[in-house]
C-alpha cells in the first residue's frame, strides 16, 4: 500500500512539472509584446484619464486605452511592430512617440505631458 502511495505521488509531481515546462516553452514561443508607461506632468505629478492611442503603422490598426488613477497604461498582449503611441487629454499638449518598435517582451514608453492647449 505504502509504495501505491509514493508511486501516485510522485507520478503527480512528474505531471505538474512536466505541465510547468510546457507553460514556460508556450511563452516564450509567442510573438507578443507588452506596451506599458506611466503618465506625468511637467512638476512630475502622474495624470490620470489620459487616452493612450497604440497605432500599428504596419498593419493600420489603432486600439485606445486610458491611464488609470496612479498615470499607468498597460496594453497587455500586442503584435510585436512597429507603433506610432499618442498621449492626449483636455488642458494638456497632445504628446507623440513612434515609430517605436516593440520586440517581444515588454517595452516603456512614458509621456510628460505640458499643460496647456490640446493640439
Known amino acids: 500500500m505504502g509504495k501505491m502511495i509514493h508511486r501516485t505521488v510522485?507520478?503527480?509531481?512528474?505531471?505538474?512539472?512536466?505541465?510547468?515546462?510546457?507553460?514556460?516553452?508556450?511563452?516564450?514561443?509567442?510573438?507578443?509584446?507588452?506596451?506599458?508607461?506611466?503618465?506625468?506632468?511637467?512638476?512630475?505629478?502622474?495624470?490620470?484619464?489620459?487616452?493612450?492611442t497604440v497605432h500599428d503603422v504596419d498593419k493600420n490598426v489603432t486600439n485606445t486605452y486610458t491611464t488609470n488613477d496612479r498615470g499607468l497604461y498597460d496594453t497587455g498582449s500586442i503584435v510585436a511592430d512597429h507603433y506610432i503611441v499618442t498621449f492626449t487629454k483636455a488642458g494638456f499638449t497632445t504628446y507623440v512617440r513612434g515609430p517605436v518598435t516593440l520586440q517581444v517582451g515588454t517595452s516603456s514608453v512614458d509621456a510628460v505631458l505640458t499643460v496647456g492647449a490640446t493640439s
Open 10 to 52: 510522485l507520478l503527480g509531481l512528474s505531471v505538474c512539472l512536466l505541465a510547468g515546462v510546457a507553460g514556460v516553452g508556450f511563452a516564450q514561443n509567442t510573438n507578443s509584446a507588452d506596451l506599458r508607461g506611466t503618465v506625468t506632468d511637467s512638476s512630475g505629478a502622474v495624470v490620470p484619464g489620459v487616452t493612450v
